[in-house]
Structure formats: C-alpha cells, structure tokens
C-alpha cells in the first residue's frame, strides 16, 4: 500500500503544493495584521476598490483584443500594446484641438464620444494592417514564428510613432469640467472620472460581448474559433473573420487609450503600451485566455489587486512602500496563474483546436 503512494509522490507537486500554501498563509496573515490594526478607514478602502475597477476596466478592454485574436488564431499579439498605444497618441491631439477651441466645454459629450471613434478607428486601422503584413504570410507557420514576428512589429509601431510625434511625453487636456468633481454613491464620494472610465468600460465591453454571442458577425468568429476547415465549408470567408476580429480588439485598445488619457492625461509617449500591454495579457491569462467573459472579469480582478493588495496584505506583512510594488503584484499574478491554473480562472473556453 505504501509503495502505491510512493509511486504516485512527485518533488514537483509537492514543491508546487508548498508553494501555494506559503501563498495562501502570508496573504491571509498580511489581511489579518491590516485589518487588525485598523489603520485605513471605510473611505479609504471604499476609494481604492473604486480605483481598482477603474484601473482594471481598462485593462479589460485592452484584455479583449488578446482573447479575441487568441481565440480565432491560438497567437499571442504582443503587438497589441502598441495598438493601445496609436489611438491614444493620436487622439491626444485632437483632445488638445478641442480644448484649445472650447469645445470640450460647449459639447463636453460629443467631443468625448468624437475622441473614442477617432481613437478606435486609429487602433482599428493599425491592427488590420498589422494581420495583413506582418501574420497572414505566416498564417500556417510554426507559433513560434509569428510570435518573433509580433515582438518585432511592437518594436516596429514604437519607433514609428516616436519618428510621426517626437520622443517628448503629451498629456490629454486636465480642465475639462466635465469629468471634475464627485458624486455620491452608497454614501461615499466617487470621483466622476472614475465613475466614467467604469461605465465607459462596461458599455463596450457589454457591447462585444452582445456582438459575439448575438450577431451573424459574432456567430461567425466563433465557427472560424472552433474549427476553421468546417468554417470555410459552411461558406465563411475566413480572412474577413480575421481581419473584423483584430478590428475589434484595435479598436477597444484605442478607445481604452483615449479612456486611460481622460482618466490620467500625463505621461502619452511612444513606449506608453508596453506595461498596459503586458498588464492586459496577465489579465486575459487570469481570466482565461479565449474566453471573452474571463478577460472582462480578469481586467477587473487586476486592477482590484493593484489598488487593495499593496494596501491590505503587503502592509500588513511589514513591507516598505508597499504602495509602489503594484507593478510586482501584476507580474506575480502572471506567474502565480501560470504555475497553478495555466487555463486561467474560467478556464480555456477553446479546448479543441485544429490547426
């Protein structure tokens, strides 16, 4: 009998096993010494969740467009940070033109709506010539190929940027009296930018989501996701599908770029999307990657951990500065679900795949 259990007994379970109960131990500890100290008040947890969901309904929308190249193509686009980053350079300006003008002020609504069309159209545009010249060439070879390729084409959209707008850092216009200020809710005060990045985020994220599941366009993304030879017999044009998908995810890139301006204008440069890139693909993986749901409720989940873990657990456990680890806890969070549950939270929604 013993033997049975000696052969089932693996290091490498075991040291995973530990591993995550040393997790699970020091989180919970770092939680109890916060709250037991009870040194940051109701309001001020009540803010930071708020900021959370901020923070992470951008990442969701960024999440997006990795799920859904990933669901029809089984690719990584480590492009797509840059993607994020086109719409919302190039929106910059006009946002600053419509500052400059006063109309911001006479239309604060249309101007805002104006910006995320412009944004998304940009994103829109640079990630369909992106699947047009850099992956459609190499749609049939190896995975490793196309993902060198990406890589390349991220640094590619960089340097472009940086040649068409300067290397100097551009900020989205600060005194726009529409989004200033705060509301109440539940007897707390929200600040209206938060408030408007979250719906903003919800709305279009409700609006794939009805795209994908209720439209012919959405019905035919998910016949290429299951099996793209049946697809294509059934009559589907294969590179459309391709190309409406990484529309889709350009363009709620862009529109999370212009989004993420509004919400924090500094710091709109070339090299902008490398951690909201890399901090959307943690969050996609969380989720699970191919699942559009599971990318949603990943962004939001990320960006939760960003605000209130450094507050709650790392505090708690004696950390210094534990306020500007955040960046750590999102590469933790990436390496912690790979470890543990590579599928993601919800799971991969496309199990079986034919190249």
Known sequence: MWQRYLDRFSWVSFTIGFFRIAII????????????????????????????LAQGSIYALIALGYTLVYGILLMINFAHG???????FTACFLANYFSRTGFFERSPILAIILLLLFGGVVSASIAMLLERIAYRPLRNAPRLIPLITAIGASFFLQY?????????????????????????????????K??????????????????????????????????????????????????????LGGALAGMAGVINGLYRPQGV???????????AFTAAVLGGIGNVPGAMFGGLLLGLFETVGPNLVLSGLGIPSANQLKDVIAYTMLVLVLIFRPTGIFGERLTEKKA
């Open 25 to 52: 131990v020091l989180v919970l500890v770092g939680a109890f010494n916060t709250l037991r100290q009870g040194q940051i008040s109701g309001d001020l947890w009540f803010g930071l969740i708020v900021s959370g």
């Open 160 to 192: 472009t940027f940086k040649g068409l707008y300067g290397s100097d850092s551009q900020s989205y216009p600060t005194s726009i009296s529409f989004l200033s200020g705060n509301i109440g809710l539940f007897g707390f005060d929200v600040a209206v």
């Open 269 to 279: 440069i070339f090299t902008m999307g490398f951690f909201p890139g890399v901090k």
């Open 82 to 88: 840059e993607v994020f980053m086109s719409g919302a």
């Open 194 to 247: 938060e408030a408007f990045v979250f719906l903003s985020a919800i709305l279009l994220m409700a609006g794939l989501y009805w795209l994908v599941e209720k439209t012919k366009v959405g019905m035919a993304m998910r016949a290429v996701s299951e099996n793209k030879e049946v697809a294509k017999l059934m009559g589907i044009d294969i590179d459309r599908v391709i190309v409406t998908t990484f529309a």
